[in-house]
């Protein structure tokens, strides 16, 4: 049979007409049907790579129901996204994730109260099959926006807004933070310190406050000046850091909720004339490579697999969104799951 005509965008009845089936049958394999015998899936498929066909995303949508997008949600401000690697980390999983299951990811970024709507507006309107939100702050309206637009979505995190713990179905994907936590201060204290210092993160993010409480884990009778507060930039961290020799400047370990709070920290103790590991050992959160491995000396820190949580959370959206309309199935919750932590020992501690 001839080729369409030059630069006219081949159609599925050309495609239909080459691998000789039926429109029907080309629309099933295209779409992701099923009932096709595998011999006629590889003519419609090779059709339509001999034709060059590009399926027609409206009509594509009427028969799947899909629109092939997921929103990302952000609840930082546009700085914060682009300069904190832990962002790009996860970002990175998640884009990958969705391009392997042949879906686009559309960034969004929540900064001010004003933001909310614009994102409610777009989420009901349609354009994405479901929502990943992460980095999301305890008294954050992200959740009840999410709700109110009746639209799939996983957390980047464990939820700890008020009445998150009663709702049915808050999928999620976080770290063992607390246990992580635990580890940390147990090797400080097995290098035989005993004046540990905290600097912990946002008291609004339930990450924060779960690394917090595996500090007191440990440390039952530690010493409230020793805990200081960042929101896990390098400049918290370096405040925080110089908070904390003000009040104890007999402090002999520090254990940082995430890396850039530890960077920021170390700065202050270097420009003190505290030698690392010698006079304090230092220990941070996340091992993000760009920040872990770039200290002098590097880093010891808690690693977490920022990028694999990335994935995972599209993994189980995807799984919500394949139940969603199954016998049985309408309203299924696809789980949450929680990532296992692991010390990575370098030159600080």
Known sequence: MPDPTPGARPTLEAVAARAGVSRATVSRVVNGGAGVRQPLVDRVRRAVDELGYIPNHAARTLVTRRNGAVAVIIAEPEFRIFSD????????GISRELTAHDSQLVLLWVEGPGDYERVARYLGGGHVD?????????????PSVIRRVQVPAVFGGRPGWPGASGEPAVPYVDADNRGGAREAVRYLLSLGRRRI???AGPHDQTSAADRLAGYRDVLLDADPELVARGDFTEGSGALAM???????????????????????ALRVLRERGLRVPEDVALVG?????????????????VRQDIEGMGRLMVRLLMRSLQQDGEP????AAPGSVITPTELVRRASA
């Open 85 to 92: 690697p832990f962002f790009e980390q996860q970002v990175r």
């Open 130 to 142: 479901g929502a990943l939100a992460f980095s999301v702050h305890d008294d954050d309206e992200l």
């Open 197 to 199: 210092a905290h600097i």
């Open 242 to 264: 110089a908070g904390l020799l003000e009040r104890r400047p007999d402090v002999d370990a520090v254990f940082a909720g995430n890396d850039l709070m530890a960077s920021g």
């Open 285 to 301: 959160f996340d091992d993000m490579a760009s920040v872990a491995e770039a200290t002098d000396p590097p880093l010891t820190t």
């Open 328 to 331: 049985g199935t309408a309203g």
